[in-house]
């Protein structure tokens, strides 16, 4: 029963799309790919709140105009600096696989529901060059700085320039793959890819995901910023309490215990190019709690809106307390899968570039205990949806030929299948102390991860116990994130003992999925960075593995690009350099519905479907225009 729920819960994409065929919608309609899209009336609209009295920040917030949130913020904002990549500001900037948008604005929105890119600060669908070397876009004309300025088609050249030349984590980022962005006029906005020798570009999957990903940031304060910074550091580590914003929501009130965002009644997207209102909660609020359990006591009392942390067993929430608290799916895993946390090898520890050794560990963990236990079945399993480099949405897994791959994908607690394995490649214990040898030295290692990341620890302890049943000797250490960070990102030294089995975690779902997921998991261009926050974070290297990645940008036919996907996934699961431990959300999205309703869910018939982002990231924040009050 439960494997035909996940399934039906796994077409949900599907569903959805079938359901934008209809004519009944709650959701502000998206803006029109071709044209300026008409204004959102079908939404319902929000219970109307009397006007309060203006509020000071510090003040108690009214709690019918207030969205509580919790697990985004965890300790205090450090600055408001859209070009920083360290402002600890989770409420305001995030840049990952959907960007944040609650204050500041890409041309573009990502939906990881269905892969499209919706305008947003644009005007309409952007359009490549018959050549694929440029992309065209226009600006929205009723786009407005939080100062009442247009927002221009310069505006976006002179951020990317700023970017570049102050070596942002965005220019750094993008530079190997962006030339140049240009404004053509006012409002038309020229990207032009970097090139390869043959006048191709370099990568079209990260040009596109360029606009969805990236803030447009106001020329005129981008200078103001300039004029007060000495260099480069200084830029990127200024406050910018002054800063101009062009999202429907800005800083009211920050400090050690909370974080506020206040709506802008004059936000430029209550026009009927885009949202036609303004969003329905005039607040948003994050108390910054100590822990998970606190933020759960929280979200059960109904002092949480809207929930992004792992709540344990969140289905006894209202299968047993009763409580007004729903996740996005009904029944487990509860959320959609978007991401895969990753045990990795260490390629310079012991044995471990032996693949028998790697490949035994990994059939031998039993992944089923991982995720009732450590994941509490917020987790598709490994028989639900069997391993490969894709997340359980449905677009990536039609993207590899899975019959083709079926006789090497493994589902775990596979003991006897790992001892065969080690005794046919003649690594036995022949001493007689219990662990096996190779070459007459001992397989020992520490599997790690961070301390108080308590479903990973959960993960890496049984990992351990895996080892202990197949002769392979595997203890734990967990040191604190701010030293294991430290170490595992800095790739231009091997990795120290006590990292031979180490997890991190993998890309969600966005534009340039899952080729960068694949990228992240097994490039070898990773190797030899002094700080290295991408991935490969075991120093993997297949030449071939390197060629079928580097060629999937580039590649127009459907095909071609599936029998490349195909054959990294026969590489990955045969070389084994790192293995999945679990399926997780890209979000967690558990809402209380006692002050607020109408959050999205599977099947609720938006059109287009709203993703559960926590109403912040990407498409997701067109749920802020749905929500209601309880009545």
């Known amino acids: ?70 697990g985004q913020q965890w300790g205090s904002v450090v600055c408001w600096n859209p070009y920083s990549s360290n402002c600890n500001n ?56 939080s100062d009442g300025t247009p927002v221009t088609a310069e505006d976006v050249a002179y951020t990317w320039a700023t970017n570049v030349k102050y070596e942002t984590g965005v220019g750094t980022g993008s530079k190997d793959f962006i030339d140049a962005i240009e ?62 914003f062009s999202g429907p929501y800005s800083k009211f009130f920050a400090d050690d215990t909370k ?53 344990s067993n969140v289905q006894d929430l209202w299968l047993k307390q009763n409580l007004p608290i729903s996740t996005y799916l009904p029944e487990a895993p509860y959320g959609i899968g978007a991401s895969l946390p990753t045990a990795f090898y260490n ?118 116990a895996a080892g202990k049943e197949i002769g392979i000797d595997i203890t734990t250490n967990y040191p604190e994130w701010s030293v294991y960070q430290t170490v595992v990102t800095k790739s231009d030294a091997p990795l120290p003992a006590g990292y031979d089995i180490f997890m991190m975690w993998s890309d969600g779902a966005g534009p340039t999925q899952p080729w960068s997921r694949i990228r992240h998991l097994m490039s070898s261009e990773y190797i030899g960075m002094a700080s290295n926050w991408n991935g490969n974070w075991g120093q993997y290297s297949n030449p071939v593995a390197d060629e079928l990645i580097k060629s999937i940008p580039t590649e127009t036919d459907p095909a071609k690009v599936k029998a490349a996907y195909t054959e990294l996934v026969k590489i990955y699961l045969t070389d084994i350099p790192s293995f999945t431990l679990m399926y997780r959300p890209q979000s967690f999205h558990t809402v209380n519905e006692s002050v607020w309703t109408n959050f999205p869910h599977d099947g609720d018939g938006t059109n287009p479907p709203v993703p559960p982002l926590d109403l912040t990231d990407g498409w997701s924040i067109a749920g802020l225009y749905n929500l209601t009050l309880v009545k």
């Open 183 to 244: 404004a053509v006029d006012a409002q038309t906005v020229v990207v032009k890819a970097k090139l390869n020798e043959e006048g191709k570009a370099i990568n079209p999957l990260e040009v596109a995901h360029y606009l969805s990903n990236n803030y447009v940031v106001q020329k005129a304060w981008t200078q103001t910023l300039e004029a007060r910074s000495a260099d480069a550091t200084a830029l990127k580590a200024d406050v910018a309490e002054d800063v101009v």
């Open 90 to 145: 989770a409420m305001a900037i995030g840049q990952q696989d959907s960007a944040r948008v609650t204050m500041f604005e890409t041309p573009y929105l990502y939906n990881m529901l269905d892969g499209q890119q919706y305008p947003l600060l644009a005007d309409g669908a952007y359009t490549w060059n018959d050549a694929q070397t440029e992309i065209t876009f226009k600006i929205k004309a009723a786009a407005k700085w």
């Open 1 to 70: 029963m439960k494997k035909l729920l996940f399934v039906l819960s796994a077409l949900v994409i599907a569903s959805m799309l079938l359901a934008a065929c209809g004519t009944a919608t709650e959701a502000p309609a998206a803006p029109a790919a071709e044209e300026e899209a008409p204004a959102a009336t079908a939404a319902p609209e929000a219970t109307e709140v009397p006007a309060a009295e203006p509020l000071k920040p510090g003040d108690p917030l009214p709690r019918t105009e207030t969205l509580y949130f919790n």
């Open 347 to 464: 390629q310079k520890s012991y044995g471990l570039d032996n693949i028998a050794v790697r490949k035994a560990i990994a059939i031998a963990v039993d992944y089923p205990t991982i995720i009732a236990n450590a994941m509490t079945n917020q987790s598709a399993t490994f028989d639900q949806v069997p391993r490969s480099l894709m997340n359980p949405t449905a677009g990536e897994q039609a993207l590899y030929d899975q019959a083709a791959v079926k006789d090497l994908q493994w589902a775990g607690n596979d003991i006897e299948g790992a001892k065969k394995l080690l005794d046919e490649a003649g690594i036995t214990d022949t001493d007689g102390d219990g662990w096996r040898e190779l070459d007459g030295q001992k397989l020992s290692y520490v599997a790690t991860c961070p301390n108080g990341w308590s479903d990973w620890q959960a993960a890496i302890e049984i990992v351990a």
């Open 259 to 311: 974080v506020v965002l206040v709506r802008n009644d004059n936000y430029w997207g209550q026009d009927a190019s885009m949202w036609g209102k303004l969003p329905a909660p005039k607040y948003l609020a994050h108390t910054i709690f100590k822990d998970n359990a606190a933020g759960t006591t929280a979200l059960q009392a109904g002092e949480v809106d809207v929930s992004q942390q792992f709540n």
